[in-house]
């Protein structure tokens, strides 16, 4: 028994795979109890993923059974099930759903079911779909699809792809087995209750009585959406909704059920149909055809192809119009009807993608009513039904409109049906008050019609809408109407069936609100239980004023009443006006009244004033006492004491009576005509003020407008005009635009002056009103009057318009408030200026011919169309809608293949929507897919003329609704380029931000789109994407576009839900109501800024910025805040007095996190940058608005902003006690804003606040020093410039300090950054500055050393300095150049450029003269160093800097100092090879010996060891530059700071490291200069990642950010074509083993997340490197590294696995690099790896995959070149010691590629032209002809042959056949030995000789095996140095191997000219056994690249002159030899 319980000593893992079932058993129920006991992501999980697949397919039942509860436990619980996901769905299918075992075959399922709610549903469902067709087990089949069912009923829809399922169904009802098909119909059944009539068109491929089956199980499901009962991991929080519900908590009600039931199209379940390729191609003759059976065929055939639900997206616009014509034009009823009928068909295939036909079909379609045939009419009315979807009401409103208007009555009556049912498609959001307007205005004249279809139309089209928007809506428009008419309009109403869901209905019913809204409709509802019947009307409505939410509803009643019903006052008669009057008054008032005395009618009328104001106003005949009192004289009294107690009289008559229109008439020009008596202006003003309170400015204003135009009076005019303008202010914009603009032209353009300037103020008041597009109606004005206009027109540009402060008199018992106030002031609606500019109709120039123009094959036409289309538009200048056929003609242009007529296209557009304004919207979504197709062009300036079209499109709309319904914006970004997506992404998220209107069912459908670009590929996309997600989510909310990314695969949905959580806290915090105090704190006006947008607070964290001026402080700062919030009860405290409230007692600053929000702004442009001469009010007031925002003291900010500069210091001393008292953080947090504050007291003329400011910066910035704080680079962009203004004062005091602040701000700021204001302070004028300013960087330049200048142009600008006129800046720049030369030596007189004689005396002098004085121990450094050495000077030998490089040397690491000293033991060694290799090739090149110093020192960089010992002292010296972008940098002053970046990749600290890393990433998107740092940046980080893999002190955490760091700046690299291709061959060779050595260490294969996302990253990494890095450095890195790898790893490593692996992605690209491979490197490596591992070796190997995939290598290539590779062995020194040859000659033989042509029609010798117009222009003929003329000629021979010569050089190429074909034999020698000796000639003058391929390298003679030897040296120095690739004495050692490489290609294959290419190749010969005795390599011919130098008839020439012979038999013979000789 003990030996059979042994298992239980093993580990649990160790028993679940024991060959004891029994010991499985126990372990299966072990593992059970430890996977319910783990954590989700506890390593332990890792020791069982690989062991679950065995635990589901255990051989034994009864352990098979444990093992699944074991499976179900993991799945359960593990967070690393995701991964065994395949595997163990695979077992269950196989093992346990066919099991006869009912616990086993439930437990799988059950897994099953567990993978998909951790969210692995689409394996799950592909591994079940698979199983049906790959499954043979009838059971097993039957098991999947009952799986498939109850996945379905549990999880619902969005875990099924509904799509692919369909597909599986059909052969699941047919199969044999009867079980097989039960399921099937379960499923079918479960699919149904989902998607519901969905489905019912996927049964068509079903057999009939199947279908019949189903339908009939079917038809018993009730109509209960069906709800999901089990939920994915992701929908916890829709869970616990469902549990509330169940709780019986209803809210939400209608949303839970819209997600557990959700809405599925059924056409989203089709596959659609492609139709234009399948037209006939004589469809359009056909359409043209006379015959109309013809035209009816091509018809019938279109109807065939266009008659399926869904049809493939494309251009159909040549389609559409030949319907259209066809409708329009013919004359045969059945063509006609086919054609609407296709038209129909089209529509309703293509859905929303008809828009941009739709609008141009619509007045088609409505013009063909009139036909009385009924098949047209049925046709039409399909047509025009099926188009209404893809368009809208507004767009085709205007050919609705003429249509009502037309004298048909057959189409008058179509039409007003087509609206009806239009109607019933449109909710109220979509039918607005203006569209409303339009149609109901038409309507009404059609429902008066003679004829009774027509009114029966008009009424049912009424009715419609008023069920739409409801009768309160529509009843203002409707006005009086008969009650019959009102009754047929109700009864339509309730007739009328909505085809959509009315917003809110269902929200009105849960609130159970009915009852309420019902009361302000109808008042008697709601009397009978308030009141009793006695009880009047007003106290029951002012009850229900107070009851709550009906409150506005009932406000709005009398309003509405008052609003719409005008009073209407009966005239009195003369006598009925008499007698009320002696009623009121006593008769001898009546007579006084019109006393010829004034005195007695002064009395008189002071009488009726004192009753009229005593009497109330329902006992005030208004009517009576005013045409009483305006009784002859009246208002025309000559008295003006008279007259001014009268016009006082209509005033009070005005205010307190019911004064009606009737009323006004009497008095109204006699109180106008008083606006120019000049005593009584003021009265007669005031009195028509209190009129048009009674009756409206809107009347007012147009009696008055046409009784002043008649007045002669100027006086009146000028004070009507002045009147007006105020009343427009004061009432607001309520009056008849086009009247007033009218009257103010005329105004502007009277004579007298007076009357021009109460126009021109007019004016400047309706532009407050209307804006830009007032100027339009001036435009014809004079010049001098128009400026005058514009001027006026600035005035009020930034202002708003005021709110009106008067308004109609309320009803009787209302009080006027604040909150009916704006109601009845409003206008009843907005004035659309545009509507008032008069338009040209243009549609007739549009003619056929001008579409069919821009539509012509040739671009010349189409371009000459375009010119006619914007010749009209521009004479037209505004233009009405109509523009016919235009607009989809213009939209094929700008999709154009020629991209000058994109452009004009674009342009086109452009001024189409200016000249059409708003009206453009109707042709949106006709040019909005054209244009947003350009964005995808390569060319910049075509992406940005559509970038440019878009805004003038948007900004002319006013909204932006138009551009996202449909799915334009979702189609282009769905198929667009990078460029498209990327541009689009920025544009749409810029103009979202300002969007309103937009449909959120619109956005919601651009949202899968924008998640994919999340995951582009391309960054612009990704960077485009994540900005515009907040602008999404300000308009969609969070929760939305949370729900629509649970949809999507889980990897991308983590990225998104991470994106969109990073997103959230940025969301603007919607502003809290203001609490109920009597106190205004609550109104506070928020602070002016430029960008509303700044307002909006961003919530960071913890901190929460502020709501519109109101801040979360920290609990520390809030508390002593309470004190200063006024209260209602704050009057009452005693003792507390006014100026105390007024004490601001909170913290001087507060900390917070604003400051990155700011920075932000101000880098985006979102306000005004700080960069001015003089601060200007508007830099002031932002800085008062960031500081309030930011919860400065308020006392502190009025002392800052003071006047007076006491008050300035006062400021500045509370910020040195703040600083002194440690609130450091806070003066950290406000740095920026405190020194903007700084800088605008550097422009005060005060001293003391000066020399203040200046003490209280040296404090802080030695604060901050202190605290490690790095200023940010606009913080210190915004201060130091305008610091150093101050750096010339006269006064030392000033001067001192500015200095001693700029060394300060060196500690904390950007070292490069502070040197570039420097430099910028040396081009002000003021000398004493630009001193200063040289003092300073020779202070920094003898401190800091070359950091200050290194590679930037800084010396040669201080240099330029020296020939200043003021001789302070001469010494100050003298000075700095001194300090320059002590810390470079010599080389500063090359950084410095040139000089003047003069002034370069001036320096050697004075350098001479500061070495004297030169302290000693730097003197002797400078003597060390030979000045007359070749090499350059090295770091260690540099003047001055001795040292600092000692110092840094101390502190090295042991192992830096050892391998330092070993470089320079080898130093010298490298020297001598070099001085020798310089010695040889002087001999051999003659006159032009290569000067190799210059070469090396300009080759000579840093290696790793020396940055790694550099970095601690530039780390000493400088601080690390802070975090910016390089894009702010200039190029040229950005070297230095890349340099430093670098170096600090290799820095042992993490952080260092990985902050280096991430501003290195950020440069190579957007640094060009980067390009030339490639090398480097690969350098640092290989090495970096080799330090990162040894054993170090870095902890797991710190090795994987700098692993993650590394990998990303190189994916970063490798993501650009340009940047991956600047790798060199060097960096790839140190590159590739590392990355292949980290996806072969174990390491990062574990579970952790961060392990293996840098195991992904590497992978990654390498399979870009592949692709993106230079085609012949990475094939041959790869195969040096597989000839490595071979023996060290062992063929069947998994080192040499990845390296094979990578290679094979190299072949597969082969094909297309060919053209681009240096084919002799490749074969190079070829031959050394066949030369390392013949066939031979790889027999006792186990695997030979590397031999393989070497000669699969060469395959391609020979596939590609043909036999022209052999010509390319030539350059392989010992080619016959590998296999290469002989298995290239085995290729050759097999015959697979004898036939292949070869490269190039010159790489056969005997393929001559003859066509002497073939190689050469007809300018070189002739020139060529001239030469042999000359040459032919006894004294121009010798010129003839130079010249010759010079031509064979230029055109190597040439084929000079056909020049010399005739001439003599001797003739021809006589040339090739004249060529001869002009080239010897040329030689001994020192010019260069010619190469094969024109190369600028000179030709070296030098033997062979003197170069072998030079090689050998140079090998075993680097083996004896023992360093790596990468020092700097490597950089000289290859250079000079490069060099030597040349040398020895170049004596072998270029040993002399090319000579002449003759014609007849029988004279043709060339001396081959000279040159074979010379060298053993010319029995293998050179390969000469047949693209750069062509082959046929060179001659080569070795050693010297050679004569040419004449035999072809000695060629021929000597040819064989050589071919004889190769092949052994």
Not at 488 to 494: G, L
Not at 1021 to 1041: C, D, H, N, S, T
Request: proline fraction near 5%; glycine fraction near 6%; include cysteine.
């Amino acid at each position: 028994m003990d030996d059979d319980n042994e298992y239980l000593k093993l580990p649990v893992e160790d028993q679940c795979v024991h060959k004891n079932w029994k010991a499985r058993v126990h372990g299966y129920e072990a593992a059970t109890k430890v996977f319910q006991q783990l954590e989700e992501k506890a390593p332990e999980w890792g020791k069982y993923t690989p062991l679950i697949k065995k635990f589901v397919t255990d051989s034994n039942a009864v352990a098979q059974e444990k093992g699944l509860e074991a499976a179900l436990a993991y799945v359960e619980n593990a967070a690393s099930a995701v991964k065994t996901a395949q595997d163990v769905l695979n077992g269950i299918v196989a093992k346990c759903l066919g099991s006869a075992r009912a616990k086993t075959k439930d437990l799988g399922m059950q897994i099953i079911l567990m993978y998909v709610e951790i969210e692995k549903y689409e394996v799950v469902q592909e591994t079940l779909v698979g199983a049906l067709s790959s499954q043979k087990n009838p059971k097993v089949v039957a098991a999947c699809v009952a799986t498939l069912s109850r996945i379905l009923y549990e999880f619902g829809l969005k875990v099924i792809n509904v799509k692919a399922l369909l597909k599986a169904v059909p052969s699941i009802l047919e199969d044999r087995d009867k079980n097989v098909r039960e399921e099937g119909k379960v499923l079918m059944i479960e699919l149904y209750r989902w998607i519901g009539q969905a489905l019912k068109p996927q049964l068509s491929n079903l057999k009939p009585i199947q279908v019949s089956e189903l339908e009939a199980e079917f038809d018993k499901i009730g109509h209960e959406k069906p709800v999901q009962v089990r939920f994915l991991r992701s929908q916890q929080d829709l869970k616990a909704k469902f549990e509330a519900k169940a709780a019986g908590i209803e809210d939400g009600d209608e949303e839970e059920e819209e997600q557990g039931a959700p809405e599925i199209d059924p056409l989203d379940l089709l596959e659609p149909v492609e139709v234009l390729s399948k037209l006939p191609k004589d469809f359009y003759d056909k359409c043209e055809a006379k015959k109309w059976q013809e035209r009816k065929e091509a018809m019938e055939d279109l109807e065939k192809l266009v008659s399926h639900p869904k049809l493939e997206p494309g251009d159909y616009g040549d389609i559409v119009r030949a319907i259209k014509k066809i409708i329009a034009k013919d004359t045969n009823v059945n063509v006609i009807a086919n054609a609407g009928k296709n038209l129909a068909a089209l529509a309703n295939g293509l859905k929303k993608k008809f828009s941009p036909y739709a609008v141009s079909c619509v007045s088609t379609i409505l013009d063909k009513f009139k036909e009385k045939k009924a098949n047209v009419v049925a046709a039409m009315r399909e047509a025009i039904d099926a188009i209404y979807p893809s368009t809208n009401l507004e767009a085709i409103q205007e050919d609705a409109l003429a249509a009502l208007e037309n004298k048909n009555p057959s189409i008058k009556t179509e039409t007003a049906s087509f609206l009806a049912r239009s109607f019933t498609k449109c909710t109220p959001t979509i039918l607005t008050k203006k569209l409303l307007k339009g149609y109901v205005a038409v309507l009404l004249k059609t429902f008066n019609d003679s004829d009774a279809n027509v009114r029966d139309a008009s009424a049912e089209a009424l009715g419609t809408a008023m069920k739409v928007v409801g009768e309160k809506g529509i009843m203002p428009f409707l006005g009086d109407m008969e009650p019959l008419k009102m009754a047929k309009i109700k009864e339509c109403c309730e007739k009328a069936v909505l085809q959509v869901k009315i917003p809110g209905s269902k929200i009105v019913k849960l609130k159970e609100q009915p009852k309420p809204i019902e009361a302000a409709k109808s008042g008697p509802v709601i009397r009978k239980p308030t009141g009793g019947p006695g009880k009047p009307s007003g106290s029951q409505s002012s009850k229900q004023a107070g009851a709550g939410p009906p409150k506005t509803a009932t406000k709005k009643v009398p309003q509405k009443s008052s609003a719409s019903e005008e009073k209407i006052e009966k005239e009195l008669s003369q006598e009925e006006v008499d007698e009320q009057f002696l009623a009121l008054f006593p008769a001898q008032v009546v007579s006084e009244l019109t006393d010829s005395n004034w005195k007695m009618r002064l009395a008189a009328m002071e009488q009726v004033l004192e009753k009229i104001r005593f009497l109330e106003k329902g006992e005030l005949p208004v009517q009576v006492i005013l045409r009483s009192i305006t009784k002859k004289p009246g208002l025309k009294d000559t008295n003006f004491q008279v007259l001014k107690l009268k016009m006082e009289g209509v005033k009070v008559l005005a205010e307190k009576g019911d004064f009606s229109k009737k009323s006004v008439e009497f008095c109204l020009n006699e109180v106008t005509e008083k606006l120019g008596d000049v005593k009584n202006s003021a009265t007669a003003a005031e009195c028509l003020t209190a009129m048009t309170e009674a009756v409206g400015l809107d009347w007012i204003s147009q009696e008055l407008v046409s009784f002043v135009l008649n007045q002669k009076n100027p006086k009146v005019h000028a004070e009507a005009a002045i009147w007006l303008s105020n009343a427009i202010r004061e009432f607001g914009f309520v009056v008849q635009p086009k009247l007033v603009i009218d009257f103010c032209k005329k105004s502007v353009q009277a004579s007298n002056p007076a009357i021009r300037a109460a126009g021109i103020s007019l004016a400047g008041t309706l532009y407050m009103y209307m804006g830009a597009p007032l100027r339009v109606f001036f435009e014809g004005e004079k010049p001098a009057l128009l400026q005058t206009l514009d001027a006026e027109f600035d005035k009020h540009a930034s202002s708003r318009p005021p709110a009106p402060v008067r308004g109609l008199k309320l009803a009787q018992g209302q009080q006027r408030g604040p909150e009916n106030s704006k109601v009845e002031s409003e206008p009843a609606e907005s004035v659309n200026i545009e509507d008032l500019v008069p338009r040209t109709d243009v549609s007739s120039h549009f003619t056929g011919q001008i579409i069919t123009e821009l539509c012509d094959k040739n671009w010349k036409v189409r371009n000459e169309a375009l010119q006619k289309v914007e010749t009209v538009i521009k004479e037209a200048k505004f233009i009405a809608p109509n523009l016919g056929e235009l607009p989809s003609a213009l939209a094929q242009r700008l999709t154009d293949s020629n991209k000058i007529l994109v452009q004009t296209g674009l342009s086109i557009c452009q001024q189409l929507a200016v000249a059409m304004g708003p009206n453009i919207r109707q042709h949106i979504r006709t040019l909005v897919p054209g244009i947003l197709q350009s964005l995808s062009d390569n060319k910049a300036n075509v992406r940005q003329a559509a970038i440019t079209t878009l805004d003038t499109l948007a900004e002319q709309c006013g909204i932006m609704k138009d551009f996202f319904e449909g799915e334009m914006i979702a189609d282009a970004l769905k198929g667009g380029n990078p460029y498209l997506k990327a541009d689009l992404l920025a544009w749409v998220a810029d103009k979202l931000g300002n969007a309103l209107g937009i449909n959120k069912e619109d956005l919601k459908g651009i949202l899968p789109q924008l998640y994919a670009c999340v995951e582009d590929r391309n960054a612009d996309v990704r960077k485009g994407a994540q900005e515009a997600v907040l602008p999404f989510m300000i308009l969609l909310g969070y929760e939305p576009m949370m729900r629509a990314a649970q949809n999507l695969k889980p990897a991308s949905k983590n990225t998104i839900v991470g994106l969109l959580d990073k997103t959230r806290p940025n969301l603007p915090v919607k502003p809290q109501p203001p609490p109920p105090t009597s106190s205004g704190f609550a109104t506070t006006a928020r602070p002016k800024s430029a960008n509303p947008k700044l307002v909006l607070p961003i919530i960071d964290d913890d901190n929460a910025a502020t709501v519109r001026g109101h801040e979360k402080k920290p609990a520390s700062a809030r508390v002593p805040s309470k004190s200063r919030l006024p209260s209602a009860n704050a009057k009452s405290i005693p003792g507390r007095t006014k100026k105390d409230e007024d004490i601001d007692i909170s913290p001087l600053l507060q900390h917070n996190s604003l400051k990155s929000q700011r920075i932000n702004d101000e880098m985006k442009l979102k306000c005004l940058k700080w960069n001015f001469v003089s601060p200007r009010e508007e830099f002031v007031d932002q800085l008062k608005d960031q500081m309030t925002v930011a919860g400065f003291n308020k006392s502190l900010m009025q002392n800052m902003f003071h006047t007076d500069f006491k008050m300035h210091i006062r400021a500045i001393e509370s910020l040195q006690e703040d600083l002194n008292n440690g609130n450091i953080e806070a003066q950290k947090s406000n740095l920026d804003l405190l020194l903007k504050w700084m800088t605008i007291r550097f422009f005060d003329t005060n001293p003391s606040v000066l020399i203040k400011g200046l003490d209280y910066l040296s404090c802080a910035f030695n604060a901050l020093s202190q605290d490690d704080y790095k200023m940010h680079d606009l913080e210190t962009s915004c201060f130091v410039p305008y610091l150093i203004t101050k750096i010339g004062d006269p006064k030392d005091t000033v001067k001192n300090s500015v200095h001693q602040i700029i060394r300060q701000i060196c500690r904390v700021a950007h070292t490069p950054r502070l040197m570039l204001h420097l430099m910028d302070g040396l081009k002000s004028k003021n000398a004493r500055q630009r001193t200063e300013c040289l003092d300073e960087l020779g202070y920094f330049i003898e401190n800091v050393g070359s950091v200050v200048y290194q590679g930037t142009p800084f010396l040669k600008e201080i240099a330029k300095q020296i020939a200043d006129r003021d001789n302070s800046v001469r010494n100050a720049a003298l000075n700095c150049v001194v300090q320059a030369y002590f810390v470079e030596g010599d080389k500063v007189r090359n950084m410095i450029g040139h000089l003047a004689e003069k002034d370069l005396a001036m320096l050697e002098e004075r350098i001479k003269r500061a070495g004297k004085n030169r302290p000693p121990a730097q003197t002797t450094a400078t003597k060390n160093t030979s000045p007359d050495s070749k090499l350059p000077q090295s770091r260690i030998g540099r003047p001055g800097s001795a040292p600092v490089l000692q110092n840094v040397n101390n502190n090295l690491p042991k192992e830096l100092e050892s391998k330092e000293e070993k470089a320079r033991g080898c130093h010298e060694e490298f020297q001598n090879i070099a001085e020798d290799l310089e010695n040889e090739i002087g001999k051999n090149i003659g006159a032009h010996p290569v000067d190799i110093n210059d070469v090396l020192s300009k080759l000579k960089k840093a290696d790793f060891d020396d940055v790694r010992t550099e970095a601690p002292r530039r780390e000493t010296s400088i601080p690390r530059p802070s975090p910016t972008k390089s894009t702010l940098e200039p190029a040229a002053h950005r070297v230095a700071a890349i340099d430093l970046l670098i170096s600090q990749v290799l820095d042992d600290n993490p952080y260092k490291c990985t902050q280096a890393l991430q501003q290195i990433e950020q440069s190579l998107k957007q640094d060009p200069m980067m390009i030339a740092k490639v090398d480097s940046v690969i350098r640092a980080c290989t090495q970096q990642l080799i330090m990162n893999g040894e054993e170090n002190a870095r902890t797991q955490l710190d090795s994987l950010k700098v692993y993650q760091s590394c990998l990303r700046t190189l994916l970063a690299l490798y993501s650009s074509d340009l940047l991956g291709s600047k790798g060199s061959s060097e960096s790839l060779e140190a590159l590739m083993p590392t990355l292949i050595g980290i996806l072969v260490d174990g390491r990062f294969e574990g579970e952790s997340k961060e392990l293996s996302s840098v195991f992904k990253q590497t992978n990654m990494l390498i399979l870009r490197i592949v692709e993106k890095s230079d085609h012949t450095a990475i094939t041959s890195t790869l195969l040096r590294l597989l000839l490595d790898s071979v023996d060290s790893k062992g063929p069947n490593s998994k080192y040499v696995d990845l390296v094979q692996k990578c290679i094979w992605k190299v072949i597969r690209l082969l094909p297309e690099w060919i053209p681009s491979l240096k084919l002799e490197v490749i074969l190079q490596d070829i031959h050394d790896f066949m030369k390392a591992y013949p066939n031979a070796s790889w027999k006792g190997r186990e695997s030979d995959m590397p031999i393989r995939t070497v000669k699969t290598i060469l395959h391609t290539i020979v596939k590609d070149v043909g036999r022209d590779i052999l010509d390319l062995l030539n350059g392989i020194k010992d080619l016959n010691s590998s296999e290469l040859y002989p298995y290239l000659k085995k290729i050759f033989s097999q015959g697979g590629l004898t036939s292949k042509e070869p490269r190039s029609s010159e790489s056969s010798i005997s393929n001559v032209s003859t066509d002497p117009s073939g190689t050469l222009s007809k300018k070189d003929q002739d020139r060529l002809t001239t030469i042999v003329r000359k040459i032919g000629t006894r004294d121009l021979t010798r010129e003839g042959l130079s010249e010759f010569y010079d031509f064979k050089l230029e055109h190597p190429e040439a084929d000079l056949a056909p020049f010399f074909g005739k001439c003599s034999e001797f003739f021809r020698a006589y040339i090739e030995r004249g060529l001869l000796l002009v080239e010897k000639e040329r030689k001994a003058l020192g010019k260069k000789s010619v190469s094969t391929e024109s190369s600028s390298i000179p030709v070296i003679r030098t033997k062979p095996d003197q170069v072998n030897m030079y090689m050998e040296r140079l090998k075993n120095a680097k083996i004896n140095s023992g360093l790596s690739r990468d020092t700097e004495n490597r950089e000289i050692l290859d250079n000079a191997s490069e060099r030597l490489r040349q040398i020895k290609l170049e004596s072998r294959s270029m040993n002399d000219i090319t000579s002449l290419r003759l014609p007849q190749t029988d004279n043709i010969s060339t001396n081959i056994g000279e040159k074979r005795d010379k060298s053993p390599d010319t029995k293998s011919l050179s390969y000469q690249s047949p693209k750069k130098v062509p082959s046929q008839g060179i001659i080569e020439n070795g050693g010297g002159a050679t004569q040419i012979t004449s035999r072809l038999e000695q060629l021929r013979s000597r040819l064989a030899f050589v071919k004889q000789t190769s092949q052994h």
